[in-house]
């Protein structure tokens, strides 16, 4: 029996192999209607009574009374719709540019995830093969969903793959403050064609734009969803013909669709908008062993009319240092060309502060894309170019911030230090965290934090303030900074503000709002590795922190959610010493903590005894004719161990 929840999905057929026949002339070539009357042949494609294999086969006892009722009345086949689209019921209606047409709608059978798909196959009048794409195809695809925005769920791109990856991130800046799924696929193989990619491609796509609200420009292609501005067309013989080197898939279609919840983009802060201008005067330059400064002085000549472009580099951002190069970058970006560093390498950023190469091509203007495609560079400046009220300024400003998640925003001075450098952690967000503020808040944070960068910073109009953290991932990297600083703190102060901190972190990330999912795939932050952080130069964590506070409702709480007794600190002792110790302050709070940490497994380490360290404190408690701490020695150590530590401590001061 077929479920009556329908999402809907409007299909722009824009040409591409998906939808190939063999031409007269022996090529492939799109041809008109014929995508639609195959999907609709296809019961996968086209069930509307529900009468398909794949509506019928969730239980033995469905399919055999499928089967019997089918050789009662014959097997039926889909047929053609024998009523034009204007009288046809299921039609769906589709606005266009100088109106609107009524569309023959397809229905899927129900997929695992729910919902039956019902869809419109738009097919444009002049179906292309993807290489003869223009700018102005891409405003009038980002102007078609714009017109039908409100009457879809979701919007379905068909296109060919051999530009995919610019018109994925060319729409993804058109399409301003976007809230609905937009995927764009193709096919390697047309689906004229009896082994195929594009029944995966297209079943996923549906799948996907009928069930999740991802308010993104997807490319669906081989069971992966990737953002589409991440995109390259890796391959022209794979059906695994997209790689998204620097970002993860966003979903992947296995036995179950899962979507990495926590990377998708939030929906944009303002209703959703239409850009509809890309300038044209923008080109791609690649860095090459002997290029010449002429040969770039010609290429960026003010006659030619380019204001922006691509600059394509060695490895992290590196060039030729060669004067008569350099001076024509700075020529061209003295004149308000703007030229963005993109690598050539297809995984990895640029940073040019890394080398001296990397530094003079910044010296000379050109601003690092961070870990941006050149597709997706090329669409951006393309995009920013085309906005009269941002100065060349402003846009070198927005190029290296992400807009549309198109790159991994990065700290202003990279380092090497390792994953535990919790301050360079620190600086590494917050500067990213002022990147995205609100202008006038962003003014004030760099005086206070980066004094040195504020001289001539362009201060950019509000609305491309970007929201951050953009994603769950983006906030999970923030807590993964801010919470080990913020353990610390609460660990020895306050007990409320642990237990808040503690339960906040134990909560798993919950996915958008927004999100329809039938499964997810989040991350969160692990609590006890988070715990059992150590600080950077004293090493201790937060339970050596509650332990040298004296505070025992704290290490009871610490070692109730993961805390571990075991971690030394940089003079090698254990909270455990700390706790022992505490007793010259309170014996009765350090017993508790004691007695708490000896129930978590604690012991005193060999070096602890080794080295008089307990030896002393032992001595020390004698000397001081307190027996309630040398008790609570013996109770850390047992008699045996305190007998020892006095030994060793004998034999370094050379008394027997
Ligand atoms: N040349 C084709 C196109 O881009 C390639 C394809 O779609 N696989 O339209």
New binding site residues.
Partial sequence: MASEIEARVLVLYT????G?LKSEGGG?A?HPGFLASNLRSQARFYDPAGESVFANSESVGAFKSWSASRSRSGASTPTPPHLPPEQDPTALRVETSDGHIYVHSLVTPRFAQGKRVRYAVWEYENL??????EPSDWIRIASDIERNYHAFDGFLIL??????AFTASALSFLLEDLGKTVILT????PLSQLFTDAVDNLLASLAIAGHYLIPEVLLVFDNMAFRGNRCIKAS?EDFH?FQSFNLPPIAEVGIDIEVAWSQVLRPGPRPFRVHKKLCADVATLRIFPGITGAAVRAFLSASGGIRGAVIETYGAGNAPRREELLSAFREASERGVVLVNITQCPTGAVASDIYATGRALAAAGIVSGADMTTECALAKLSYLLSKPELSPDQVRKLLSQPLRGELTPSAPVPTYSSPHDVDTRLRALFSQLIECAPPQQRAAAHKAVRPQVTAGDPVLPPEYSATWPATLADEEALKAAVMPYLLSQAASQSTDLLRTLVASLDTPALPPVTSQLTSTSSSTLALPSLLNEAAQTTLQTPLHLAVLAGNSPNVDLLLSSGASVHVRDAHGHSPLFYAVRHGATSVDEARKMVVSLKAAGAHLGELELETGAVGLEVCKAGKAAEPAIRDLWVEAAGEEGVKRAKAALAALVGVS
């Fill in positions: 040409g591409g192999t998906i190939m492939y799109p292309i093969d993807s290489s003869e794409i296109h060919g793959t051999d530009t995919l193709g096919a390697q193989i022209s013909a």
